[in-house]
């Protein structure tokens, strides 16, 4: 879409203008079809945003991932206003999962992957 019309403006179709010079017909057709399939392109998504409103269930836990890395899903959901009260302290790179699972020192094998331990 874009860079149809930048080269209509290249080639010296002026901007703004209710009707056009014949020579720009197929360029304007090109651009207008790409216009037409960047629109349709977002009714799945919108679909899915009224979908998951509707009918998902909501989550009422504080990570639903369960093993998850990052310390967003530390907090609790929702999260209060500043996230956390105190700083919490960082010992690994995946800083969620060892306060959510503190004893155990490994992370499950993710399927499909091989972990550590079973590689070459």
């Known amino acids: 879409t874009f860079l149809v019309q930048h080269w209509l403006g290249a080639e010296g179709m ?4 209710a009707d056009y010079a014949n020579e720009f017909t197929a360029l304007n057709a090109i651009s207008s079809a790409g ?8 009714l799945p ?3 899915n945003i009224w979908h998951t409103a509707r ?3 909501r ?4 990570d639903p991932w369960v093993y998850s890395n ?5 907090t609790s959901c929702p999260p209060p206003r500043h996230n ?8 690994s ?6 306060l959510h699972h503190p004893h155990t020192g490994v992370r499950p094998a993710l399927a499909g992957r091989a972990g550590p331990e079973e590689e070459g």
């Open 59 to 62: 989550v009422r836990v504080d």
């Open 70 to 74: 990052s310390l967003e899903w530390a």
């Open 55 to 57: 009918k998902a269930p």
């Open 45 to 47: 998504f919108l679909w």
């Open 14 to 17: 002026p901007r703004r203008y």
């Open 84 to 91: 956390f009260t105190a700083i919490p302290r960082i010992r």
């Open 93 to 98: 790179e995946r800083p969620a999962f060892d």
């Open 35 to 42: 216009a037409f399939l960047l629109g349709v392109s977002t």
